[in-house]
Structures are given as structure tokens and as C-alpha cells.
């Protein structure tokens, strides 16, 4: 008998994985032309490392612009090794980190039970925002973080420990988490954590490689997006996030109140699985944290999604709880409270697995087959343009470098600041005082904008007039016109 229920129990750990790999990989297709602009920036440092060029963003410009050095690093080495396009590897590193993440989740949550852990993997997976970080560092840094965890909680730590090194060289504010198990460890055990030894031995070298190339530790797209207009804050994010996809369909109300029954079951539950109340401990952490510092970007809510998956699959077992309770109430119905409970909670979860997925691409346009992010179309297109009439020592002015960074060769600068450090000071001021200083210190050779401030600025400046318009009008490009 016990033979039998182990064999039923890998039998339905292989449906749950099969499943998270077709949904993943489903993700995968559907998002196989789509990536962020910012994700392009570390696609150029990934290929001018492979190229023999260095950790640069402009060639011979030693200026740290990624806040990702281990994402961009495992790039390049994949891309040395396959020969491959950037855009290719990064895509499947993250499907492939995605779908990891899902597994690692499933085997976190089993404690709960089995259909639990795979309700709240399968939630996971198919998030629209992280669905359109793909190709960004999100996915990758989700799949070492619940790495890391699973071997914390499996008594590893040493491995942890070097885990733990990988996560902070990913972005540097999971530093927060290796706190949190810093702090469970001496809590738990009474003891020093000396096992983070490795933690702090892979952070230092990599500081102290970036002190002598870059001469500083912290990424210049850090300070400059701190400094510059970037959009609203973290904390006002959530609610703006929420709103556009509560536009799409009223469904999306359901998760307010099925995030808040999941924090109650949190709260008052005395089933405290650790796995599930370190990663919750970790979603309040970096939510406090980010709230402080960091913008609206999509792909910055990434590291929440295990918590917020595991929220709403509790939200929805406590709805299901109540239900079977309160027809519990009806003897006739007594000897089916559990089948009701497992029902309502996995009709609950498709339900919600069919409102997530129906939100992918929504932001999407068509390019050659394959959707893709809205300004991309406009960028690459002028980056084929400038491949056709610029040289490769001319240089170009620009709010956004990703992918226009990537095709076009050129050399970049940056009116945010990110890959041009000696601009930051003055994006505080607003995009034209930063264009006005770009071209008193650099004399661009052409501007791209789709910004007001900026096409007013060179309609009246006599040293730019336009060349070229892309993206159905909307992105004008200056080229200067007195040497």
C-alpha cells in the first residue's frame, strides 16, 4: 500500500511538471519576439564581452550600466559558447529560469499539500508581468532565489552560501534575503551563519573587479534612475499596475480581496509552513525596501510573485474552507467537505490561470510575424536606418538605449544617464536641460525623441534639423548640421 501511494505520489509530481512545462513553454512561443528595451542594455554588454570587447557598453568606456553583472556574465559565457544571437539566449534563459522557478515552488509548497503546490507553481508561472519580463534578469533571479531557499530549508549551507553569492551578483538588493535566512538561522540554531562566508567572498571579488574597472561598486543605472523622471514610485506602482490590467477585465477586482484572505490565513494559520513564511517574509521585505528607492518598472514586482502566488492560492483555500463549512452545516453534505474544498479550490485556480493568461501580449504590436513591444518596431528601424547612413565613430542622443543600443552601431548617448555617468546631475532637471548639457559636452551627430520637450528644444536649435521620422511618425530623428 505505502508503495502504491509513493508511486501515485511521483506520478502526480510528473503531471504537475509536465504542466508547468507546457504552460511555460507555451510562454515561451508566445513571447518569442517580445523583450523590454531595458533588457537590450545587457544584451550589449553580453556581446561586447564575447566579442573580446570587455564589460562595456560604448566601446574603450569602462562605465558599469547593468544592474545585473552575474546575468549578464552567464550571457555572455552562453553566448561564447553557442555562437548565438543575445536576444536568442536571453529569451531562453528566462523561459528556462521561469519554468525552474515553477518546479522549485511546486516542491517548496507540497507540505500544504500537493494540490496546493501546484495551484500556486501554476499561478506563478503564468503571471502577465513576469510573463513580459521575459528576456530580462527577472525569471533568472526568481529561479536562484527559490534554489537557494530549497537548499536553506534542506540543511546545505554551504551550497547556500554560494547560492546566496550568485542571488546578491543578480541585483544587489537580495543582499535583503540573505539577511532573512541570516537572521531565521541564528534564531533557529543559536549560532553564527558562517556558512555565508561564500556569500561574502563572490560580493567581494566582484567589488573589487568593479572598483578597478569601473571605479565604483554601485551600477550607474542605479544612481540614474534614482535621480532621473522614471516614473511613478514602487508603492504607487502596484495600485497603477493593478488598474491597467483591471482594465482588460473586471475579474481582476477578485484578487483584492483574495490577496487580503491569503494574508489572513498568514496571519492566524497555525499550518506556518517555513518555506511559505520565509518567501512571504521575503515579498513584505523588499516591498518595504523597493517602496524607498526603486520606480514602477514591471519587471522590479518580479521578485514578489512567488509570495503574491502563494497569497492568492490561500485566499482561494479559504474561501473554499468556508464554503464547505457552511454547508458542512447539512448532514447529507458532511462526507463530502473535502472533495468540495478540493474543487472549489482547483476551479478557483484555473479560473485564475485563465484570467492571467488571457492578459499576455496585451501591450503587444505585430513585427514580422511576432509581437513585440511597442517602441521596439520604431527603434529598430531607425537603427537600420543609421546602420545605412551613419559611421561607426558617430554618436547618438537618446532617452532609451536598449534597442536601439543593440542594432544600431554607434556610439550611445545616454540623456538618462544609465551607460553616461557625467549626465545624472542633470537629469533631475528634466530631459532637455540633460539633452542642452549633452550637446555643450558631446556635439552628438544625431537625437532620436519622441518627447515634446525635446523635439521643441531642436526645432529651435539652428544646429539639428530632421532627417528622418519612424514608428508611423512618432519618433523623430535630428541629425546636427554645423561641425
Same mark, same amino acid.
Given at each position: 500500500?505505502?508503495?502504491?501511494?509513493?508511486?501515485?505520489?511521483?506520478?502526480?509530481?510528473?503531471?504537475?511538471? =509536465?504542466?508547468?512545462?507546457?504552460?511555460?513553454?507555451?510562454? #515561451?512561443?508566445?513571447? *518569442?519576439?517580445?523583450?523590454?528595451?531595458?533588457?537590450?542594455?545587457?544584451?550589449?554588454?553580453? *556581446?561586447?564581452?564575447?566579442?573580446?570587447?570587455?564589460?562595456?557598453?560604448?566601446?574603450?568606456?569602462?562605465?558599469?550600466?547593468? $544592474? $545585473?553583472?552575474?546575468?549578464?556574465?552567464?550571457?555572455?559565457?552562453?553566448?561564447?559558447?553557442?555562437?548565438?544571437?543575445?536576444?536568442?539566449?536571453? !529569451?531562453?534563459?528566462?523561459?528556462?529560469?521561469?519554468?525552474?522557478?515553477?518546479?522549485?515552488?511546486?516542491?517548496?509548497?507540497?507540505?500544504?499539500?500537493?494540490?496546493?503546490?501546484?495551484?500556486?507553481?501554476?499561478?506563478?508561472?503564468?503571471?502577465? =508581468?513576469?510573463?513580459?519580463?521575459?528576456?530580462?534578469?527577472?525569471?533568472?533571479?526568481?529561479?536562484?532565489?527559490?534554489?537557494?531557499?530549497?537548499?536553506?530549508?534542506?540543511?546545505?549551507?554551504?551550497?547556500?552560501?554560494?547560492?546566496?553569492?550568485?542571488?546578491?551578483?543578480?541585483?544587489?538588493?537580495?543582499?535583503?534575503?540573505?539577511?532573512?535566512?541570516?537572521? !531565521?538561522?541564528?534564531?533557529? !540554531? *543559536?549560532?553564527?551563519?558562517?556558512?555565508?562566508?561564500?556569500?561574502?567572498?563572490?560580493?567581494?571579488?566582484?567589488?573589487?573587479?568593479?572598483?578597478?574597472?569601473?571605479?565604483?561598486?554601485?551600477?550607474?543605472?542605479?544612481?540614474?534612475? =534614482?535621480?532621473?523622471?522614471?516614473?511613478?514610485?514602487? /508603492?504607487?506602482?502596484?495600485?497603477?499596475?493593478?488598474?491597467?490590467?483591471? /482594465?482588460?477585465?473586471?475579474?481582476?477586482? %477578485? %484578487?483584492?480581496?483574495?490577496? =487580503?484572505?491569503?494574508?489572513?490565513? /498568514?496571519?492566524?494559520?497555525? *499550518? !506556518?509552513?517555513?518555506?511559505?513564511?520565509?518567501?512571504?517574509?521575503?515579498?513584505?521585505?523588499?516591498?518595504?525596501?523597493?517602496?524607498?528607492?526603486? #520606480?514602477?518598472?514591471?519587471?522590479?514586482?518580479?521578485?514578489?510573485?512567488?509570495?503574491?502566488?502563494?497569497?492568492?492560492?490561500?485566499?482561494?483555500?479559504?474561501?473554499?474552507?468556508?464554503?464547505?463549512?457552511?454547508?458542512?452545516?447539512?448532514?447529507?453534505?458532511?462526507?463530502?467537505?473535502?472533495?468540495?474544498?478540493?474543487?472549489? %479550490?482547483?476551479?478557483?485556480?484555473?479560473?485564475?490561470?485563465?484570467?492571467?493568461?488571457?492578459?499576455?501580449i496585451k501591450e503587444g504590436v505585430l513585427y514580422q510575424g511576432q509581437v513585440v513591444e511597442a517602441r521596439y518596431v520604431a527603434y529598430r528601424e531607425a537603427a537600420e536606418w543609421l546602420n545605412h547612413h551613419a559611421n561607426a565613430d558617430q554618436t547618438?542622443?537618446?532617452?532609451?538605449?536598449?534597442?536601439?543600443?543593440?542594432?544600431?552601431?554607434?556610439?550611445?548617448?545616454?540623456?538618462?544617464?544609465?551607460?553616461?555617468?557625467?549626465?545624472?546631475?542633470?537629469?533631475?532637471?528634466?530631459?532637455?536641460?540633460?539633452?542642452?548639457?549633452?550637446?555643450?559636452?558631446?556635439?552628438?551627430?544625431?537625437?532620436?525623441?519622441?518627447?515634446?520637450?525635446?523635439?521643441?528644444?531642436?526645432?529651435?536649435?539652428?544646429?539639428?534639423?530632421?532627417?528622418?521620422?519612424?514608428?508611423?511618425?512618432?519618433?523623430?530623428?535630428?541629425?546636427?548640421?554645423?561641425?
Amino acid at each position: 500500500m505505502g508503495d502504491r501511494k509513493q508511486e501515485n505520489r511521483h506520478l502526480y509530481d510528473w503531471i504537475v511538471i =509536465l504542466l508547468l512545462g507546457v504552460t511555460t513553454l507555451s510562454c #515561451g512561443w508566445i513571447y *518569442r519576439g517580445f523583450a523590454q528595451d531595458d533588457a537590450f542594455i545587457t544584451y550589449r554588454y553580453a *556581446r561586447n564581452i564575447v566579442n573580446g570587447h570587455g564589460f562595456v557598453y560604448n566601446l574603450h568606456e569602462p562605465v558599469l550600466g547593468t $544592474t $545585473t553583472p552575474l546575468y549578464t556574465l552567464w550571457l555572455a559565457l552562453l553566448g561564447k559558447l553557442s555562437g548565438q544571437d543575445m536576444r536568442l539566449i536571453g !529569451h531562453w534563459v528566462s523561459v528556462l529560469s521561469l519554468l525552474m522557478g515553477g518546479i522549485l515552488l511546486y516542491y517548496l509548497e507540497k507540505s500544504s499539500g500537493v494540490l496546493f503546490a501546484a495551484a500556486a507553481s501554476m499561478v506563478f508561472i503564468s503571471n502577465p =508581468l513576469l510573463a513580459s519580463s521575459i528576456g530580462m534578469e527577472t525569471c533568472f533571479l526568481n529561479a536562484i532565489l527559490l534554489l537557494a531557499l530549497t537548499s536553506y530549508l534542506r540543511g546545505r549551507f554551504n551550497l547556500t552560501g554560494v547560492l546566496l553569492g550568485l542571488l546578491v551578483l543578480t541585483r544587489y538588493e537580495t543582499a535583503l534575503f540573505a539577511g532573512i535566512l541570516a537572521v !531565521h538561522f541564528l534564531i533557529k !540554531h *543559536r549560532r553564527i551563519p558562517f556558512w555565508l562566508m561564500p556569500t561574502a567572498v563572490l560580493f567581494l571579488a566582484w567589488a573589487l573587479f568593479a572598483w578597478y574597472t569601473f571605479g565604483d561598486v554601485i551600477p550607474q543605472s542605479a544612481s540614474a534612475k =534614482l535621480v532621473a523622471e522614471m516614473g511613478c514610485p514602487f /508603492a504607487l506602482g502596484v495600485l497603477m499596475w493593478w488598474r491597467i490590467y483591471a /482594465a482588460q477585465t473586471a475579474w481582476y477586482h %477578485l %484578487l483584492i480581496p483574495l490577496v =487580503l484572505f491569503g494574508a489572513y490565513m /498568514a496571519i492566524r494559520s497555525k *499550518r !506556518h509552513e517555513r518555506a511559505s513564511m520565509l518567501i512571504l517574509l521575503w515579498s513584505v521585505v523588499y516591498f518595504i525596501g523597493a517602496s524607498l528607492v526603486a #520606480g514602477s518598472f514591471p519587471w522590479y514586482y518580479g521578485p514578489l510573485m512567488p509570495g503574491l502566488s502563494i497569497l492568492l492560492v490561500w485566499g482561494i483555500e479559504f474561501l473554499a474552507r468556508l464554503v464547505s463549512e457552511l454547508l458542512s452545516r447539512f448532514q447529507a453534505a458532511r462526507p463530502f467537505t473535502s472533495t468540495l474544498q478540493a474543487g472549489i %479550490l482547483t476551479v478557483a485556480s484555473l479560473g485564475l490561470l485563465g484570467l492571467y493568461l488571457s492578459s499576455w501580449i496585451k501591450e503587444g504590436v505585430l513585427y514580422q510575424g511576432q509581437v513585440v513591444e511597442a517602441r521596439y518596431v520604431a527603434y529598430r528601424e531607425a537603427a537600420e536606418w543609421l546602420n545605412h547612413h551613419a559611421n561607426a565613430d558617430q554618436t547618438l542622443a537618446t532617452p532609451e538605449i536598449g534597442v536601439l543600443g543593440y542594432y544600431a552601431d554607434v556610439k550611445i548617448i545616454d540623456l538618462y544617464g544609465l551607460v553616461t555617468p557625467s549626465l545624472i546631475p542633470w537629469t533631475a532637471r528634466g530631459v532637455r536641460e540633460t539633452l542642452l548639457e549633452a550637446i555643450e559636452l558631446y556635439e552628438p551627430d544625431y537625437v532620436l525623441t519622441d518627447k515634446e520637450p525635446l523635439i521643441g528644444f531642436l526645432q529651435e536649435s539652428p544646429g539639428y534639423e530632421p532627417v528622418q521620422r519612424f514608428g508611423e511618425g512618432v519618433y523623430i530623428l535630428y541629425e546636427k548640421t554645423t561641425h
